[in-house]
């Protein structure tokens, strides 16, 4: 368990510059067949990512749908098998895990969905739904799981808990509904949290609740979050880094400010260009944004997948050969010939 | 009073629901004006009756649908006093149409998207089928939707796509003012500023006039001349949107400016505590008062609506 | 919990379900009584009858209950003796060991008709000498008929239309008609008539019981079939039998349906496929054919019948339409959830699948509960029903071979089918009414 207190600190401190999943060149492709037996090509929803995430650190994977961003997270939550390359969690692969060690694997890592009412069963209460994660995972003593049931929703900020317990989803408004889903995922005490869009179903002035009660946990628990949204303007308050997806592919990698402020690739541009802040100003002008929509999975373009979209491309390169990675400043990755 | 120079006068709105727990009072006394090609939003979360507005201004009344009153004048004249028959041939999709919540969604999966557009323009202008799709190509020029997908169906469009479909299945027949409820909700970002873009242009090229319905105050800056800000029923701020997005005035108007967070910001985004009341059986006095920081003892009152500089505001602390 | 409070306070509200509960509460309490009054046992022993059972009921009479709608009115059956005293007994010692015994019985006529047959059943005590009893008729006008005059056995059976030397007395063939009737108007004579026993006892310890049996034209509640056997036992322990039948059956199928259509769902493949394909061969078996089968060639046994009735009832369309929301449901977040933080097939399964299910499960169960009733009542009547319990299909199985309604004997269909209608109508209403407030789309019609 890892509350960050002040006889662990130095421990977390060392332990905080370690890489905790490392994510190398993964592919995940599904089959299409057609008419249930012939084969009739992929959906190549993951086609080569590469990052690592450390300990206690937070980041986003920024990308709109279609991008592959949900079949990327449920990979690494195990929920999809990797056709080609590897999750590394903690330096155990994947793969190579056993009915036990996908046990192990499920009590540290936590997982809050986009859909707060979906997310919880409607026919358990509160109890019983934070009690599910405590009894897969083995905790056998009533008075110990009720002990982490009770803190859990300390945590969640859900007070008096009594309240709480013997309430049913539908009772709860939809920002106490996404705590109960935290509280569930926090339950296990994970050292890593994956959400799938938190907030953007949830009222505007509550999702900033929501967000700092997941920046405030990552802090306490020293906790590692991906943070998937396609919604650029809370990523500066929750995350470290940020990774933009397109089409399969992690385009542009870096610090959160390096990205916000410098954006390198074409993409990036585009998306911080669409994202409004309230302005009057902007009813008077038109953005300019790439026309055209993300490409198809099955059939992604040649070369960089974006080119078709483009406003800089170099022809002959971008539309021939895919881009490699460059690091044009230190922390600050980009796939795009334009940084040769 | 001259209303004549207004396209739109709305006057003391009431439109109650009908439950087993009460009566819902979800649109509860409002007050809006719009003149011609211009666009104003309903700034709102969920709950607070915007979208029964929307319902309210066209008559699509529920079953369930009580109380119903008020004034709604359309250049001058009160349709509200129209029956039936009337308001369907004279005002619904002849003066205003609309394009409702999760329209994309909504659209026939069975039928092609050229007809479907078609179709109001049959219904109310009367034209036949070959000048309907002549007309409704025409429409998918003004929203940027390829000729050729007139004879595609819906599943194969694109969320943008089939939005803009909607859209111009409101425009068809040609109406004044445009409801729009969350146009852009479902929508990536891309996508969402392609949507503006494509308003953004109809009101230019066709002097449309909208009534933009949203929760999300940084898009609403997109299309907005005037901003009118919905809290349990009732519009709380009515503004010009150079004013409000500088400084709005209405407690509630300010917390929500302060909970969107900023790409560029140095401040923490706020939130408000607590949750809207429920539409039944409201207290009375102002009905943000318990989640007001700035709460004193006259707003047990329900506050008039008070004018300051052109904007007006329902609340005790401008008076 | 809640839901199923919130839930109840639903159907409250439909006049339909309250209608619906009344009954089946109704059919409950008489299931519980009947098998309180009358334990198993006793049940299966009367109803396998014999002449020593039933000996005191008429055959084909009409429930006593049908002098309401009729004007004549006609008599009913009673009994009486003098082992609980409504005969009347004194016993006066005579001298040398022998003794008088007189037996004496009072009782109302006030029917428009004549009786079937009266019987006295003598008991008799002695060791060598039997006792002479001497039978006196009292009419209400006052006139003494004399009945007969006979040395009685152990047991000895006094039948009065059978006896020759009665009808000459009587100048009439019919002893019941020349007993009752008014020798002036030519109808039944109205009023208190007596019957009186004298018997003489040669013995000191000799002793003279007797038992009196009227069969009237109607007996009891429900009225009597081809072997006298009062059929209220047969419509009481019917109760129960339907009852437990139309719930195992639709209970089992229910939950075993929705079982089979989570897994094969949940699985997919081969599993699903295999099972999808059982339930559209099943379709087209036909039913009943094949239950009349087992129950000709194998067994009667209700046990077989149920048990084949489910297994084959269990691969129906409704796993279909389980499968169809399953596959739905499977897809939900909270599904996807579970996985993630670890939780195994079958625990999804059954603790997070199923339970989704049950509100959907519950109006198809209660509705399903008549059918299955019919289904036993069905097979009863065509003779495969189990032979040995009292059930309402088999009334009508007997009514049925001894020509009920070519007789006239309608109380013997009309009372079972009334109470399999009842039945039916009660599950139905109610089940109708949870269809409506379990799946909210059928609220509007």
């Known amino acids: 368990m890892v509350a960050v207190t002040k006889d662990n600190v130095a421990e977390m401190q060392a332990k905080k510059g370690t890489i905790l999943l490392s994510i190398k060149d993964l592919r995940v492709w599904f089959e299409l067949r057609r008419f249930g037996f012939g084969h009739a090509g992929y959906v190549k929803a993951v086609d080569g990512v590469t990052f690592d995430v450390h300990h206690g650190e937070a980041v986003a994977v920024v990308g709109e749908s279609g991008c592959g961003k949900s079949s990327l997270m449920k990979t690494i939550l195990g929920l999809y098998k990797p056709t080609k390359g590897d999750v590394v969690f903690d330096d155990r692969n994947l793969k190579d895990l056993d009915t036990k060690g996908k046990r192990w694997f499920h009590a540290r890592v936590g997982y809050v969905q986009q859909d707060p009412y979906g997310a919880l069963p409607p026919f358990m209460n509160v109890h019983r739904i934070l009690e599910e994660p405590l009894i897969i995972g083995g905790v056998k003593s009533k008075e110990e799981r009720d002990r982490r049931i009770t803190k859990a929703l300390e945590e969640v900020k859900m007070s008096p808990v009594d309240d709480f317990l013997p309430k049913f989803p539908h009772m709860l408004s939809g920002g106490q509904q996404q705590r109960i889903v935290i509280a569930r995922a926090m339950i296990m005490e994970p050292k890593f949290l994956v959400a799938d869009e938190p907030v953007s179903m949830l009222d505007a002035s509550v999702r900033v609740e929501i967000l700092k009660l997941l920046s405030g946990l990552q802090k306490t628990h ?96 971008c539309d021939v050969e895919e881009p490699q990675e460059f690091e044009p400043e230190p922390g600050h990755l980009v796939s795009c010939w334009l940084y040769k | 009073m001259s209303q004549n120079n207004k ?82 041939q004279n005002v619904r999709w002849t003066s205003i149409s609309m394009v409702p919540q999760a329209a994309m969604n909504a659209l026939n999966p069975v039928m092609r998207v050229g007809d479907q557009v078609a179709e109001p323009a049959m219904v109310h202008l009367g034209v036949n089928k070959t000048e309907a799709i002549a007309m409704a190509k025409k429409m998918f020029q003004h929203v940027g939707v390829p000729e050729d997908f007139i004879s595609r169906y819906p599943f194969e469009l694109s969320g943008g796509m089939r939005q803009r479909v909607a859209i111009a299945m409101a425009l068809i027949t040609s109406p004044n003012l445009i409801i729009l409820d969350e146009p852009t909700s479902a929508l990536d970002v891309l996508t969402q500023a392609n949507i503006f873009n494509v308003l953004k242009r109809l009101k230019r090229e066709l002097s449309i006039s909208f009534i933009l319905i949203t929760h999300d105050i940084a898009t609403s800056s997109e299309l907005a001349d005037d901003v009118a800000v919905m809290y349990a029923g009732q519009i709380v701020e009515m503004s010009d949107a150079k004013n409000f997005f500088k400084e709005p005035l209405h407690p509630y108007s300010k917390k929500l400016m302060a909970s969107v967070p900023r790409l560029h910001g140095d401040k923490e985004p706020d939130f408000i505590v607590g949750h809207p009341p429920s539409l039944i059986n409201l207290a009375p006095g102002c009905r943000f008062a318990d989640r007001c920081p700035s709460r004193f003892e006259k707003c047990v009152q329900d506050p008039p609506i008070i004018e300051k500089d052109g904007r007006k505001v329902k609340c005790w602390l401008y008076s | 919990m809640n839901t199923l409070k919130n839930s109840f306070r639903e159907i409250l509200r439909y006049p339909s379900a309250i209608m619906g509960m009344v009954v089946i509460l109704l059919l409950v309490v008489i299931a519980a009584y009947a098998m309180i009054k009358i334990p198993y046992n006793n049940a299966i022993t009367l109803w396998r009858g014999g002449e020593d059972v039933w000996y005191q009921n ?298 989704r299910m049950i509100p959907l499960l519950i109006p198809g169960l209660v509705s399903s509960i008549p059918a299955f009733v019919f289904l036993e009542a069905s097979l009863a009547v065509l003779g495969l029903g189990d032979p040995v319990l009292p059930t309402w299909g088999k009334i009508i199985n007997d009514a049925n071979a001894n020509g009920a309604l070519y007789k006239g004997y309608y109380y013997w269909i009309m009372e079972p089918a009334a109470l399999l209608m009842i039945t039916g109508l009660g599950f139905a209403m109610l089940g109708f009414a949870l269809d409506r407030i379990f799946n909210p789309r059928l609220r509007d019609i």
């Open chain 1, 222 to 317: 020293n906790l590692s979050v991906i943070y998937i949204t396609h919604d650029l303007a809370t990523v500066s308050y929750f995350s470290e880094r940020i990774f933009v997806m397109y089409a399969g592919n992690l385009v542009e990698k870096g610090k959160v400010r390096q990205i916000l402020d410098t954006p390198l690739h074409p993409y990036t541009m585009a998306l911080l260009t669409g994202t409004s802040e309230p302005d009057a100003k902007n009813a008077e002008t038109f953005k300019e944004i790439p026309p055209g929509e993300p490409p198809s999975l099955v059939n992604p373009p040649t070369g960089c997948r974006f080119h078709p979209r483009c406003s800089k491309i170099i022809a002959g390169l």
């Open chain 2, 7 to 88: 396209l739109l006068r709305i006057e003391e709105l009431i439109l109650y629901f009908n439950t087993t727990q009460g009566a819902v009072q979800a649109v509860d006394g409002v007050n809006l004006d719009l003149d011609s090609n211009r666009a104003v939003v309903i700034l709102g979360e969920s709950g607070c009756g915007k979208s029964s507005l929307a319902k309210a201004i066209l008559r699509l009344l529920p079953r369930n649908a009580g109380n119903y009153s008020g004034r709604i004048y359309i250049n001058g004249q009160d349709v509200m006093l129209f029956t039936e028959e009337e308001f369907r």
């Open chain 3, 58 to 355: 008429p055959k084909f009479a009409p429930p006593a209950w049908y002098n309401f709608f009729l004007s004549k009115k006609l008599p009913v059956s009673f009994t009486a003796n003098t082992m609980d005293g409504s005969i009347s007994k004194k016993i006066t010692p005579g001298a040398q060991g022998t003794g008088t015994v007189d037996l004496s019985y009072t009782f109302d006529f006030n029917y428009d008709g004549y009786p079937q047959e009266m019987f006295l059943y003598f008991n008799n005590k002695f060791q060598h000498k039997q006792p002479f009893v001497s039978i006196m008729w009292l009419t209400p006008d006052g006139r003494k008929i004399r009945i007969g005059n006979f040395g009685a056995n152990q047991k000895e059976t006094y039948r009065f239309s059978q006896d020759e030397k009665l009808q000459i007395r009587l100048k009439n063939e019919n002893v019941m008609e020349g007993l009752f009737v008014n020798p002036e108007t030519k109808a039944p004579l109205k009023g208190k008539y007596q019957l009186l026993i004298t018997g003489t006892t040669f013995e000191k310890d000799s002793d003279i019981d007797a038992e009196f049996v009227f069969h009237g034209q109607l007996y009891g509640m429900a009225g009597t079939d081809q072997l006298r056997r009062d059929l209220t036992v047969a419509l009481l322990w019917g109760t129960p039998v339907a009852l437990a039948f139309g719930l195992i059956a639709s209970l089992g199928t229910s939950v075993l349906t929705m079982i089979i259509a989570a897994i094969g769902s949940w699985y997919g493949g081969w599993v699903d496929e295999l099972l999808q394909r059982i339930t559209e061969i099943n379709l087209v078996l036909p039913f009943f054919s094949i239950l009349i089968m087992i129950g000709t060639f194998y067994s009667h046994s209700i046990w077989v019948i149920l048990g084949v009735t489910i297994l084959l009832s269990i691969f129906s369309g409704s796993i279909k339409a389980y499968r169809a929301i399953f596959l739905q449901v499977k897809e939900s977040m909270y599904i996807e959830a579970a996985r993630a933080y670890g939780a195994s097939d079958s625990r999804i399964i059954f603790l997070y699948l199923i339970p």
